[in-house]
């Protein structure tokens, strides 16, 4: 029971930092965006992370502790 627990807050803790690095990417593609500089490859890998992170968090049952 308690190993489960603790699985179950590090992958949810996982999906947390995941998610807020792609948020974080996300900002730092619009602005690159907005300076005319390469922003494709960057906002492309902050979708994959938001999704990402919203999945195994949403899988976790995070808020449920």
């Known amino acids: 029971m308690k190993n489960s627990k603790f699985k179950r807050y590090t992958f949810?803790?996982?999906g947390l930092?995941?998610?807020?690095?792609?948020?974080?990417l996300f900002g730092l593609a619009i602005i690159n965006k907005?300076?005319?500089?390469?922003?494709?490859?960057?906002?492309?890998l902050s979708?994959?992370?938001?999704?990402?992170g919203l999945g195994v968090m949403i899988k976790?049952?995070?808020g449920t502790f």
């Open 12 to 14: 949810a803790l996982v």
């Open 17 to 24: 930092i995941s998610f807020s690095s792609g948020i974080c």
């Open 34 to 44: 907005y300076e005319n500089s390469d922003w494709f490859m960057i906002g492309t």
């Open 47 to 52: 979708l994959i992370l938001i999704n990402g």
């Open 60 to 62: 976790n049952k995070w």
